[in-house]
C-alpha cells in the first residue's frame, strides 16, 4: 500500500517554458499534499502545503505565482512551474499524507531541467 | 520554531559493521513525532523508523533501532548488521502534530552513510 506516482520523472524544456508536474496517491486518498525542492546533497525545502479543495499555502520566499499548484482531488495534485528559468532546475517532491494518518508519503521526484 | 540538527555530513562503514546516526532536534512541545528517512542514490525517500515521544519504549525494524532521549532531546539511528542498500543519504525528521492535518515535517540536513564491501 500508500504508492505515490510522480510525472514526469525527468523533463528538460528550454526558459520561459510551463512545465506540469503530476502526483498521483494511487492507493490511498490524501487530504494534505506537500510539495518539496531539493539541491543536490541537500535536504528537502518544504515549498508548499495544500488541502484538496482549498488553497494552497506556501513557505516564505516561494513564489506564488510562479511554483501554481493544484490538488482538485484526494488523489491527484499538480505543480505547474511557469515561465521556468535555469535556477529553477532543480528535483521536485511531492508528498502526500494519508488522510487521518499522521506519516507522509514520498513520489519518486521529477527531475526539471531548464535549458 | 522546531530545529533539527544532523552533526555528522557524512559517515562510512564495513559491510555487516553496526553504525549509529546522531540527530538532535528543539522543542518546547511535549507530545511529537520524530522520523528517520532514507534517501538512496534513486532519490526515492523511504521511512526507515518513526518515534512517537509519549513512548518510553524505543522503536525497532527489524536492522533499525532508535535511542530516543526525551530530555536530552536526542534520536539516534543505529544500523546493525550495516548492508551495502543501506547506503544512502539519511534524514532526521520532526513533527508536532497539530488539528487539522497539515503538521509539516521538519528535517535536517541529512548525512551521506556508505557502506563498504
Known amino acids: 500500500g500508500a504508492v505515490v506516482s510522480q510525472h514526469p520523472s525527468r523533463v528538460i524544456c528550454k526558459s520561459g517554458t510551463s512545465v506540469k508536474i503530476e502526483c498521483r496517491s494511487l492507493?490511498?486518498?490524501?487530504?494534505?499534499m506537500f510539495w518539496y525542492r531539493q539541491f543536490p546533497k541537500q535536504s528537502l525545502m518544504l515549498m508548499a502545503t495544500?488541502?484538496?479543495?482549498?488553497?494552497?499555502?506556501?513557505e516564505q520566499g516561494v513564489e506564488k505565482d510562479k511554483f501554481l499548484i493544484n490538488h482538485a482531488s484526494l488523489t491527484l495534485s499538480t505543480l505547474t512551474v511557469t515561465s521556468a528559468h535555469p535556477e529553477d532546475s532543480s528535483f521536485y517532491i511531492c508528498?502526500?499524507?494519508?488522510?487521518?494518518?499522521?506519516?507522509?508519503?514520498f513520489g519518486p521526484g521529477t527531475r526539471l531541467t531548464v535549458l | 520554531a522546531q530545529t533539527v540538527t544532523q552533526s555528522q555530513p557524512e559517515m562510512s562503514v564495513q559491510e555487516a559493521e553496526t553504525v549509529t546516526l546522531s540527530c538532535t532536534y528543539d522543542t518546547s512541545e511535549s507530545n511529537y513525532y520524530l522520523f528517520w528517512y532514507k534517501q538512496p542514490p534513486s532519490r526515492q525517500m523511504i521511512l526507515v523508523i518513526r518515534?512517537?515521544?509519549?513512548?518510553?519504549q524505543n522503536a525497532t525494524e527489524n536492522r533499525f533501532s532508535v535511542n530516543f532521549q526525551k530530555a536530552a532531546k536526542s534520536f539516534s539511528l543505529k544500523i546493525s548488521d550495516s548492508q551495502l542498500g543501506d547506503t544512502a543519504m539519511y534524514f532526521c525528521?520532526?513533527?508536532?502534530?497539530?488539528?487539522?492535518?497539515?503538521?509539516?515535517?521538519?528535517f535536517g540536513k541529512g548525512m551521506k552513510l556508505t557502506v563498504n564491501p
Open positions: 492507493d490511498f486518498q490524501a487530504t494534505t
Open positions: 508528498s502526500p499524507r494519508r488522510t487521518n494518518y499522521n506519516e507522509q508519503f
Open positions: 495544500s488541502n484538496e479543495g482549498s488553497k494552497a499555502t506556501y
Open positions: 518515534q512517537e515521544a509519549y513512548k518510553q
Open positions: 525528521a520532526f513533527m508536532n502534530p497539530l488539528q487539522g492535518g497539515s503538521e509539516k515535517l521538519v
